[in-house]
């Protein structure tokens, strides 16, 4: 993985889908980002495209008033009127193949004005049905084709629905673009608290002879939510949290949390280990879904005084819909070193608060000398890194209480992110978005791992989709989810760590 200080070459961003919300909202303020930091190349331009037919101007006001609303850096107006000089604008329909003559002829006349050496990155952020269609016709124009420059593709997630689409996907996607011109977003994995996974195990002596099947009693994963599925409603039908979050964000953490030490730090490296790790997940049988997978969806209630929407109550939502808001799941890694950890993950919406941590669990020690403890839990150590909010790591140790006998207590030992120096913690577009400018993959997916995170999850898919005996359990807004999900955690008295919105309140009182 190369440094942040590196220099892009020129070039062009080609963003499809920019009338959309994702690039007023996070593509627009990251390259903004990067261009206050000084990380744009000097030849450097964006390109919107979609069928909303605005000038070049329209769409800098636009991009504008994103860039007001959603980047928290500070500039002065000429630095921001300087960047927005460098956005233009080509309305097309993108399903109709004859429109990408313009934009074949406005990248030429652009590359000519502006010196950016024929590299072109394409950014696909429309609906996910144009995927293997833009990148068809963009090799109808040639504009796949290395060798003037570098071309390359990203695309948004969805990748797929399942295997079969997925697969397809690939292969269409393997038909215009090679492997590594393809820039699979995973945006968890731009997250600067999911890099320092690797930092944390590989850069310490202290945490990698400890994290195996002989010291760590079980792992758990949790990314909850607070909101619901706001004007999303239409995407989220089609999708649910299985698809949304888990086959992807989730799966791509534990990755990350369970891989080998890979031999260096370079893209392949990399991507090999979490995909060995992908390869040894246990196939779920049916009895496991049934058993250790639980959906449930948020039901309408009362927070504080304010009424909370039932998910069938929202926006483009089947009154009868049966998606799920929330999953939690248990599964096991079958390999040497994972062998019998269970491994705990779940996510949701309209959860009491918005939290993503990585908690580690330690065996208890093999004899315990001091009296009892109070709950299991108490007993292990835990190691919680926090991905967001709050960001930082907590390690949970006990102690001895000052005073007669031998009194057992547990206390933290924390570290903040806001602690440090330098708190400014990118956003994670800034990173992918500044990875692929540098052809830099490590932090994108690659297509044999997305292949065999929906290998996983088809088991569960298929179970959903023939058993209608599943429960789909409903849990009231603002809650953590159905309680039946504490039935899946394996052990006397363990249950899911309920985290608060600040990373050291627990216990007694948490602020939500
Ligand atoms: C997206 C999902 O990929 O991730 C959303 O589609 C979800 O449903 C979002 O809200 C969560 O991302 P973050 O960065 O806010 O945790």
Redesign the pocket.
Known sequence: MKENIERASGHILIIFGASGDLTRRKLIPALFNLFLKDLLPEKFAVLGVSRTEISDDVFRTKMSEGIKVHSDAEYEEEKLDNFLRKLYYTPIDTSYGDDYVKIKDRLHKLNNDLNTGSNYIFYLSTPPSLYPIIPMYLSKQDLNKSGTGFRRLIIE?PFGYDLKTAAELNNKLLEYFSEDQLYRID?YLGKETVQNVLVTRFSNGIFEPLWNSKYVHHVEIT?A?SIGVEN?GGYFEGSGTLR??IQN?LMQMVGLVAMEPPSSFDSNAIRNETMKVFQSLRKLSPEDVLKNVIRGQYINSSVRGEKMKGYREEKDVDPNSRTETFVALKFYIDNWRWGGVPFYIRSGKRLPTRV?EIVIHFNKTPHWLFGHYQTAAEANNQLVIRI?PDEGMLLKFAMKVPGQGFQVHNVNMDFHYSDLKNTYVPD?YERLLLDCMLGDPTLYTRGDAVEELWKFMGPIQEAWEKNSDIPLYGYPSGSWGPDVADNIVEGEQLTWRYPCKNLSDDGLYCEL
């Open positions: 997630k945006h990314s939510e999303r949304d979050m964000h993503t967001q994670a």
